[in-house]
């Protein structure tokens, strides 16, 4: 499976962007899929992920309310509404799939656990 993350930028404090993560080739529809970020200096560290059927989501505290995932199994990818972006939001982001859990019962959080990743894409909030 390779997956290609976009729609990173530079956006003022309290502003939106919305991510993207394109998959080709592997089964797409059975995969747990998430999002990580990495701030320069910093651990990788989890933001949102989704169930294969997109029915159930998970979030760090720090981006609930104000992220929000969500998948298209028919166009292979899967998206990251950012909105209220804060500075520290500013990182790298990367997309990633779990071949082996579907999260439909439970999920990973440690990015060790993610089978494949997406290049990122860049995220800058400026105050």
């Known amino acids: 499976v390779q997956l290609q993350a976009s729609g990173g930028g530079l956006v003022q404090a309290g502003g939106s962007l919305r991510l993207s993560c394109a998959a080709s080739?592997?089964?797409?529809?059975?995969?747990?899929l998430g999002w990580f970020r990495q701030a320069p200096g910093k651990e990788r560290d989890f933001v949102a992920a989704i169930s294969r059927s997109g029915g159930r989501t998970y979030y760090a505290d720090s981006v609930k309310g104000r992220f929000t995932i969500s998948r298209d199994n028919a166009k292979n990818t899967m998206y990251l509404q950012m909105n209220s972006l804060k500075p520290e939001d500013t990182a790298v982001y990367f997309c990633?799939?779990?071949?082996?859990?579907?999260?439909?019962?439970?999920?990973?959080?440690?990015?060790?656990?993610?089978?494949?990743w997406g290049q990122g894409t860049l995220v800058t909030v400026s105050s």
């Open positions: 990633a799939a779990d071949r082996s859990n579907s999260f439909t019962y439970s999920v990973n959080f440690n990015h060790y656990d993610y089978d494949y």
């Open positions: 080739g592997g089964t797409f529809s059975t995969y747990g």
